[in-house]
Nanobody, 120 residues
């Protein structure tokens, strides 16, 4: 089990920056994948960025070059630095943790979400 708590959301003007934090209740070094998803109003939840096994990173095409995912193992925290924000980045942002099952598949854990609103 792992509990995730996001923070850092808010209201920002287009072109501005925000940094989201996701604090985990246990060591993130043992968590296989940690990532950020977002869900705009009336739309499905989609992947924004993730760190796989602490090494490789994936980004959605729409945020590549603007957003950076990172982690601090000592603080059990994952971050999402968001620069050059656009109104279309407005969404609830969720932290996600995945651990692999021995028999295949994953255990998925979610935070409660944090609202990011970008004004034009």
């Amino acid at each position: 089990q792992v509990q995730l708590v996001e923070s850092g959301g808010g209201l920002v003007q287009a072109g501005g920056s925000l940094k989201l934090s996701c604090a985990a209740s246990r060591s993130i070094s043992s968590i296989n994948v940690m990532g950020w998803y977002r869900q705009p109003p009336g739309k499905p939840r989609d992947l924004v960025a993730r760190i796989i096994s602490g090494d490789s990173t994936n980004y959605a095409a729409s945020v590549k070059g603007r957003f950076t995912i990172s982690r601090d193992i000592a603080k059990n925290t994952v971050y999402l630095q968001m620069n050059s924000l656009k109104p279309e980045d407005t969404a609830v942002y969720y932290c996600n943790a995945q651990t692999y099952k021995l028999q295949g598949g994953t255990y998925d854990y979610w935070g409660q979400g944090t609202q990011v609103t970008v004004s034009s």
